[in-house]
């Protein structure tokens, strides 16, 4: 009877241990997120510890993360909005152990899209606009090296770009070809481009140089009542960089 009376007692001491006896094997991984230039910490970054079967989770305002795992070897990844995903192998968890990391982060710039405002007198988006408006950034302008800054035009759809010399071409948006394009409107810095005297546009005849242009704005179709007469084909605006901010 006694003996009996002992299984109770072994099994409640046996149920009390089991979790003590668990989360001895267990070790914690703790850190902190900053970033790499100012040292400052960085809140709601997203933090996950792979090969762990843990989901992730986000800093604090003090940049400040914690997980409770496994003894084992783990890869730890860190995202976040503005800078780059830093990753960090081989962090080694042992039970019972804790280890403390501190991971700095390098700062990424975002690039959006580019905002056009020449399409429309009222701000708009460009799937809006009265008109197809397409962008040629300055990062696709210095990519790609030109004679003229108009040759940068034969990578837009809807643009025929005829070659009728070293320098000399003749740009169609719309419509047949016409000699030296004067139905279409040709700007420069918000001035207008061609030969007034004549009223063509000789693309070479303008100065700016790709290392002056900050980017081209196209827009396809007729804008006379916008830009007046001369722009039933679609209008090519040439914006140079600040000189207050380029340093030429």
Do not use: C, W
């Not at 034969?154 to 770009?161: E, H, K, L, N, T």
Request: net charge negative; no cysteine; aromatic share 4%.
């Amino acid at each position: 009877m006694q003996v009996k009376s002992l299984f109770p007692a072994i099994f409640v001491i046996g149920f009390l241990m089991g979790p003590a006896h668990l989360e001895a094997q267990s070790g914690t991984l703790s850190g902190t997120v900053v970033d790499v230039e100012t040292g400052a910490p960085l809140a709601s970054a997203q933090v996950e510890v792979l090969e762990s079967g843990e989901g992730a989770v986000l800093t604090s305002a003090s940049g400040q993360f914690s997980f409770s795992l496994s003894s084992g070897t783990y890869s730890v990844v860190v995202t976040t909005l503005g800078y780059r995903p830093y990753r960090e192998d081989g962090v080694s968890v042992t039970s019972g152990g804790s280890v403390s990391l501190e991971l700095s982060l390098t700062s990424q710039a975002l690039e959006l899209n580019p905002i056009v405002v020449t399409a429309s007198r009222a701000t708009e988006t460009s799937t809006s606009a009265p008109a197809t408006v397409i962008v040629i950034g300055q990062t696709e302008v210095e990519d790609r090296p030109t004679i003229t800054p108009v040759d940068h035009l034969r990578a837009v759809p809807g643009v025929d770009v005829m070659q009728q010399g070293l320098q000399s071409t003749n740009l169609v948006i719309r419509g047949f070809s016409n000699v030296f394009s004067g139905s279409l409107h040709a700007l420069v810095d918000d001035r207008i481009a061609g030969i007034p005297s004549l009223r063509v546009n000789l693309m070479h005849f303008i100065p700016s140089q790709d290392e002056d242009l900050e980017r081209m704005e196209v827009v396809l179709g007729p804008g006379s009542a916008l830009y007046g007469p001369n722009t039933s084909n679609g209008v090519i605006h040439l914006i140079t960089k600040s000189p207050l901010e380029s340093q030429g």
